[in-house]
């Protein structure tokens, strides 16, 4: 059957209203395109400010990058498991109360929507300057994002075997233990990589507020303009980013 005329204008419509939209907030932004011909300048500054790398920095690097991707480690691996034991009670497929799953959604809603560097503002003050600032940061906004998206792998879950272990006899920590987690995973891990690599990317930014780690020394050497360092520690970055992706790439085939 051909689409009626009314969904097909409704669909014209929708994409005349974003376009629309999408002009709008162009001009707002200032957003011009052709501006992108000027990266040529950008490139050049790097080019002229950021070489020779100064490599006397990069044993300190090396040990700040140590730093920074133990808050990233820290944060996201307590942010899963928090994550993972509100998720069960947050997925609408697991019998409790009605009103547990939407309290619980709604917290996840809250912790998630508001950006790890806020977080990190409010508890510098009660922890003072220092790393753990940038774990209970990103430890938070992980939860969030965590609960949400295992909640919903839960409720994506297969019923089949979940149904067969609870005919046999099964109860529901069987199913979870039995059906649920095995078929949920391997995305699981996929997420946890994946939140850790921003983690690492966050504590950097969290660094500029005085969480320490690599991103307190980029900061700083930004603040005195010595870009042969800085270049030293983007390379450092890149490095760590790049390990953590390779890591996670390989444990993710191992438990496909």
């Known amino acids: 059957m051909s689409p009626k005329p009314s969904s097909k204008v409704g669909r014209w419509l929708l ?124 430890l938070l906004h992980n939860i969030g994002v965590l609960g949400k998206l295992i909640a919903e792998l839960i409720e994506a879950s297969e019923v089949g075997p979940q149904e067969a272990i609870l005919a046999t006899g099964g109860n529901r920590l069987h199913v979870l233990r039995l059906a649920v987690l095995p078929e ?26 005085g969480a320490g780690g690599l991103g307190n020394m980029l900061f700083l050497d930004f603040k005195v303009f010595d870009y042969q360092a800085v270049a030293v520690e983007v390379l450092v970055i890149m490095l760590l980013v790049i390990v953590i992706d390779t890591l996670g790439g390989y444990v993710r085939k191992r438990t496909i």
């Open 15 to 138: 994409w005349l209203a974003l376009l629309a939209l999408l002009v709008w907030s162009m001009k707002s932004t200032g957003t011009d395109l052709t501006q992108l011909l000027n990266l040529g300048s950008t490139f050049s500054f790097v080019s002229q400010n950021w070489f020779p790398p100064d490599w006397s920095v990069l044993n300190k690097a090396l040990t700040n990058s140590w730093l920074t991707l133990q808050i990233a480690f820290v944060g996201t691996t307590f942010g899963l498991v928090f994550g993972l034991l509100l998720s069960f009670a947050a997925a609408r497929t697991t019998p409790v109360p009605r009103f547990i799953h939407t309290g619980l959604r709604t917290l996840l809603s809250f912790i998630r929507s508001v950006p790890e560097i806020v977080w990190g503002l409010l508890f510098v003050p009660t922890f003072g300057l220092g790393p753990f600032a940038g774990v209970a940061a990103i």
């Open 184 to 209: 949920i995973l391997p995305n699981i891990y996929s997420q946890y990589f994946y939140r850790l690599e921003v983690a690492i990317r966050t504590s950097l930014v969290l660094g500029f507020i």
